[in-house]
């Protein structure tokens, strides 16, 4: 039927819904009606009727385009605009950015676009808010002595800190210092501070700028920083690598290349993991760069989260600095992307789609013509391995920045030794001895165990059972209070007075656990303040903060903590650190558990002697002679990669070759492993049938931990030279699940790595 072009001028949407159980993997076109014309866009949100009940239904803007492809009769109109061109821009890249997820990574566009674009919830006043100190600085201090006093910590610590500011935004209190709005409540009360607001998001306060806070870059800094800047000006390479050794400086090198790119009019993304993302780190920003920046961090809400973008979007802010969320930032023309700490685990989204924040990045700065800064001190050996290659420029920061900080020295003690003298407790002599004498010095000790919980498992001396979850693969853990619980799915039990299997009464624990270690500290040394950091003592909302910033006050001794504690924290009356069993981590069935041991050691023993005093670190460890171990106690990163690049030349993994792995979860565990046979299987005839002699299959195989949750888990790898095969076999892999009933109680995801 011929088009009628009665309404030559009319414009059309193409529109993704925002439906997400429903397989509409494909867009729709609707009538811009004349009255949104100006002010739809792509990447707009907007409402449309929907389906045969015409349901009010949100989506999105996909594409803009004159040509109508349905019969005109059945077109219908756009009905209302949740974010128009004035409030966000750049998003038409931001929906090739979605494009480019759905495509990589396996998800539904619907999935992307929601990773990428903000959507406001509820239309609210924006509002902006300060805290500022309204009474002098003699009365403050007088009060802020009264807080310390009655340990109420919390005044104490907002005090201080308007104390150094004057002026805070709101959200940095809240979000950062951790201060309850009951507290807040109090102090404005009692007349010391005011809260400001202004229902226009323009900000009132200025963070006092410090100018001398502008360090002088030393000559390896200047070095990197003149590097890097010119690479980027000659458009040689996008992506720079800058690899220093903790505390050599990288944060100073950030600054000074993100000055350089806001100078040029243009913005800036931080990536920061959340974990890492301090009061301290913040506020050195804000003392540079003053108010042009805005946080995001998991206490945001959704609403919260979306004023920041529009705020970005509409040149407010230069500076984005965030944990992986940050990066889908609208700014309106993006300069540079920092990723600190690339090597972090937790850049990898744990949700559909499952991107890696670093080639998202990456991809972001092609479509922008923006560059990207990734920085570690233990590279991964993907981006270590790029830098080598060329594809990324390389910068090295080799020496501590500040003037008196020095490396640590660190001695491995071998525990085979202290079982073979007697030693069964967890402090080797070495150990113990340091710690008396840290004490002594009245300097702070941070002790590490890889691992959380009080006792491992529990199992029966007389027929070997060992307490499991029932919906897990795994063992139960015990803690305090008599108490059973599975780290995986949050199944908790009592412990039991007798073995489940044959009644005995002989169930002891194995292994060791936080909770553990604190009682054996507490008992070796009866004087010593003891703070205790894992998933328990952490889970009430401030855990956290509170416990960092009571030892960062000197009102602990020895901080005893997992991986939690070991992650950019500065500390610097902590002279000591202690790795109580550096092997736990190398025992775990992944391809990188030497790297992600040898990244935990390093990151320890960064902690140790930050400030002017020396530091000392105690490296315990079953396995000595591990090079994951001894490269990390000399500090040799290089050495451990030339190791550890050999044995991923061995295995064909990443980053020597490209790996896809499908992962796949079913209730049932004979409907999964069917499944995963006709997987492997059409694997096989695509890999045969394309002539793909370099492609490798692994597996079908359970995963490490096999049942999660009363979900069986298995997975199948596919190795490959070229990304190319891999998409391939990607797409055929889908189509085929999406058309067999075979696959219709399972859940599927893919991770690609190294692509
Ligand atoms: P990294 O991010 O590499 O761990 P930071 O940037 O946090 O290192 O710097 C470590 C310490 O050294 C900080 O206290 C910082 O203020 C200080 N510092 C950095 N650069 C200099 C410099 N050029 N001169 C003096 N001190 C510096
Ligand atoms: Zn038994
Ligand atoms: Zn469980």
Known sequence: MPLRHSKMTDVFADIIIDISHEKLDHTFQYRIPEQ?????????????????????????????????????????????????????????????????MRETYGSTMIQALRTVIPVKKKVQKRISRTVSLIVDQEEALDRLNIFRKKHQNARERLMLALLEEGELPYELVIGKLHISTATLKYLEQEQLIHIHTETEYRRAFQVARHP???????AEQREAVEGIWQQWKE??????????????????????????????????????????????TVMRFYRRFGDRISIIHSRLSAGERYDQFVRAAAGEIDIMIGPRSALFTPFPHLGLIVMDEEHESSYQSETMPRYHAREAAIRRAELENASVLLGSATPSLESYSRALSGEYGLYRLTMRAAAQSHLPSVEIVDLREELRKGNRTILSDTLRENLTETLERKQQAMLFLNRRGYAGFLS??????????????????????????????????????????????????????????????????????????????????????????????????????????????????????????????????????????????????????????????????????????????????EAFYREEISYRLLGNYPPVRRMLSVHVSCPEEDYLNHAMEYLAAFAARVKEQKQMQEVAIFGPAPESIAKIADQYRMVLYIKAEKKQELSVIKQLLEKYIEINRGFERVNVTYDLHQM
């Open 212 to 218: 001398d806070i502008r360090r002088t870059l030393n």
């Open 460 to 637: 029966c001396r007389s027929c070997g059972q060992v307490i499991t979850c029932p919906h897990c693969d795994v063992s139960l853990s015990v803690h305090r209070g008599s108490r059973m619980v599975c780290h995986y799915c949050g199944y908790e039990q009592p412990r039991p007075k007798s073995c489940p299997n044959c009644g005995s009464e002989f169930l002891s624990g194995f292994g060791i656990g936080t909770q553990q270690v604190e009682d054996t500290v507490k008992n070796l040394f009866p004087e010593a303040k003891v703070l205790r950091m894992d998933m328990d003592t952490t889970r009430e909302k401030d855990g956290h903060e509170k416990i960092l910033s009571a030892f960062s006050n000197h009102e602990a001794d020895i901080l005893i903590g997992t991986q939690m504690i070991v992650k950019g924290h500065d500390f610097p009356a902590v002279t000591l650190v202690g790795v109580l069993a550096a092997d736990l981590s190398l025992h775990t069935p992944d391809y990188r558990a030497a790297e992600r041991t040898f990244q935990l050691l390093t990151q320890a023993a960064g902690r140790a002697g930050r400030g002017e005093l020396a530091g000392k670190v105690v490296i315990q460890t079953y396995d000595p002679e591990h090079y994951a171990v001894t490269t990390a106690a000399v500090q040799d990163y």
């Open 235 to 280: 458009r040689q390479k996008r992506t720079a690598l800058l690899f220093g050794i903790t505390g050599s400086g990288k944060t100073e090198v950030y600054m000074e290349l993100i000055d350089r790119t806001i100078r040029e009019g243009r913005q800036a993304i931080v990536l920061i993991p959340e974990i890492a993302l301090t009061y301290q």
């Open 36 to 100: 949104f014309r100006e002010k739809i866009c792509t990447g707009s949100v907007v409402v449309v009727p929907f389906g045969k009940g015409n349901r009010p239904t949100k989506g999105y803007v996909v594409g803009i385009s004159e040509t109508l492809k349905l019969d005109a009769g059945r077109i219908k109109d756009i009905s209302e605009i949740l974010t128009d061109t004035e409030s966000l821009n750049g998003e038409d890249r931001l929906v090739t950015l979605a494009a480019w």
